[in-house]
């Protein structure tokens, strides 16, 4: 819970209740903690916003904007949060990305270096009353206005002013409504202009939180920029959705028939674009040696893009990979059952007569490399039936 500094609701995560913290953007614009998105995703199909329920296939990447914007403002809710997540980290043995304090703080902001000292932590986040008197309001400035923060804090990757109507990529880059335009390839793909990395399918919706935290902390800039961009956001009509290659796929729309064709990694993403699972070709590091490890989808193989994992992973262009074949789900049932049960039983063959497994114990955690085949069977046999009853009743459930 937030305790020791005052904190809108806006900058609280809708899981798990307090500050967020590496926070992630959605497609659909919302707003969450890293674990929490993670947690949430289902790692057999198509993941649903814990808000809105809009579908997703990809764990976006940490918005580094957003997360220097919330160590600036709350450097102390911040700090806490940050010791209680890796204190939960080394008991999982999974990582979350870890970022250079220092650059990302504002100048302004630079006392608040003695906050890593752990004891001094834990006696001043309590001093609130203290922390609101000399860091919350300049003279003249709108009460409540953060003078740790400032406009370099919040540019569009683009045009490089105050971001309007901010939208986040998958890469965690931030822009402006009006300016992601300018980020469609020749080939008619969403790409970064930062990492150049693609966007999957459709543009993203805007961020309200921040837009409206941006409105009221530069009332004056962002009145500007209103009407700056006006004309050009008049203009833009998102007719033709973007693709990137890496479609979303519905396997509620999918017949039966088809499913077990697929060649579906179930619990297994991709480090670098994050599709979860990961569909089609999987590549698997064998140099990382850490518990999550590291894989690929092919797309992101044959680019050998650079960027990092998702998971803080030591991983380097000198690793070496190994083709991983998906497993037929249908056949995996039939030989689980038929191992466990023997050939007595012809109707245990039947996926459907799983329909009573819930999804909750298929882990939402990637399945670990050194994880052995009857784990990763047994996950399997959880995640064939796909009936309509099925997928719908999952909607209410989250990893």
Partial sequence: MVESEKIP?????????????????????HVSCFWCVHKSMSGRRES??????????????????????????YPIAYKRRE???????KQMGYFSPQFDYTACQSPENQEYDHLKDHEHLSTTSLESDSCSETCSTREGEPKGKSKRLS????????????????VFLNCGQGYCESCISCSVDENGMLRCQVCHSLHPTGFPKVCLELDH??????????????????????NIKIENPIS?????????????????????HFGVGCDFCGIYPIIGDRYR?????EKIGFDLCGDCYNTRSKRPGRFNQQHTPEHKFEHVDSINGRRVIRRLMNDQFGNT??????????????????PSSLISVGADEGTRNTAMATVIHTGSADDQNESQSTG
């Fill in 9 to 29: 609701d806006s900058f609280l995560c809708c899981i798990c209740l307090d500050l967020l913290f590496k926070p992630i953007v959605l497609a659909c614009g």
């Fill in 48 to 73: 649903c916003c814990p808000i809105c329920r809009h579908p997703y296939n990809h764990f976006p990447t940490v918005s580094q904007m957003l997360h220097a914007l919330l160590f600036n403002i």
């Fill in 83 to 89: 010791e209680l997540i890796l204190a939960e980290e």
């Fill in 151 to 166: 406009i370099t804090d919040v540019l569009c990757a683009a045009c490089k002013q105050l971001v309007f109507r901010p």
């Fill in 213 to 234: 935290f941006l409105e009221d902390q530069f009332p004056r800039d962002y009145a500007m920029r209103r009407d700056a961009v006006e004309l050009k956001q008049a």
């Fill in 244 to 264: 990137s290659g890496k479609k979303g796929f519905s396997f509620s729309s999918m017949p039966k028939e088809e499913l077990s064709h697929l060649k579906l």
């Fill in 285 to 289: 590091c064998k140099d990382c040696v």
């Fill in 345 to 362: 039983s012809p109707v245990l063959a039947n996926p459907g007569d799983l329909s009573d497994v819930p999804e909750n114990e298929f």
